[in-house]
């Protein structure tokens, strides 16, 4: 069963909407992540947070911006989608320790038209 | 710089058939942290391992096993006659202990043949 909740799964929207992608974690993890990734390839972290409020940048440049109101819940969001959003976005949370795996969600693929 | 490297893009094999994923790292700490992920089909990424940088005994789990070598910087995966079910795409990582981040090789895509 998972601790950590991705929704929703799939999503196709047209260019320039706005969309939040959401993800739980039930764990009570600090560290909370967002991955950006095109299928089977390369992970690219776009988002982090150390805890409630903390929030930080990657190291790949992104357009979105995120949120840490709550430790459980670490939403994404895209003021205004385009097709180069066009990806599969991983969210991802551990503990605070550097020794601490990953758990992660099973993604939202987003598609932009 | 931590750096992870991954330098098989894609192996296949028939069941099996043993196979090694290859991994290399890079890292200025002495104390650090390497892991292993499995990324089936349905895309969810599923932790297998970890090992700390002051631990190179190698480790058995059934079928799989891992074989970490400071000398080398390597943190290699071993899986034992291959099962279909072993198609996916498997990840290395690194993380350092004064670091927040963890680094992700570009991984390596397993296809396992019947």
């Known amino acids: 069963e998972a601790d ?3 929704t929703p799964r799939y999503l196709v929207i047209g260019t320039g909407k706005k969309i939040t992608l959401e993800c739980s974690q039930t764990m009570g993890h600090d560290k909370m992540y ?36 709550r430790t459980e819940h670490f939403p994404l969001t895209l ?7 066009t990806s599969q976005y991983l969210c991802a949370s551990s503990e605070l320790g550097p020794y601490s795996p990953l758990h992660f969600g099973n993604g939202t693929r987003l598609t932009v038209t | 710089a931590q750096k992870v490297t991954q330098a098989q893009t ?3 094999v028939v069941e099996k058939e043993d196979v090694t994923l290859d991994c290399v790292y890079e890292t200025r700490d002495t104390t650090y942290y390497l892991f292993w992920y499995k990324q089936p089909p349905s895309g969810e990424l599923v932790f297998l ?16 096993s891992w074989n970490f070598q400071k000398s080398t910087s ?6 034992t006659a291959s099962q279909v079910v072993d198609s996916a795409v498997y990840f290395c990582a690194l993380s350092e202990s004064g670091g927040f981040k963890t680094i992700f090789g570009a991984g390596t895509r397993l296809f396992v043949k019947a």
Do not use: C
Request: proline share 3%; hydrophobic share 25%.
């Open chain 2, 49 to 64: 391992i970890r090992r700390n940088s002051f631990d190179e005994q190698n480790e058995i789990s059934g079928r799989y």
């Open chain 1, 4 to 6: 950590i909740y991705q």
């Open chain 1, 34 to 69: 967002w991955y950006q990734q095109d299928p089977g390839m390369e992970l690219h972290l776009i988002h982090y947070s150390y805890g409630v409020n903390s929030t930080e940048k990657g190291d790949l440049s992104s357009e979105s911006t995120v949120s840490r109101i």
């Open chain 1, 79 to 85: 003021e205004s989608a385009r097709p180069s959003h």
């Open chain 2, 74 to 79: 390597s943190f290699n995966f071993t899986i």
């Open chain 2, 10 to 12: 894609e192996i296949s």
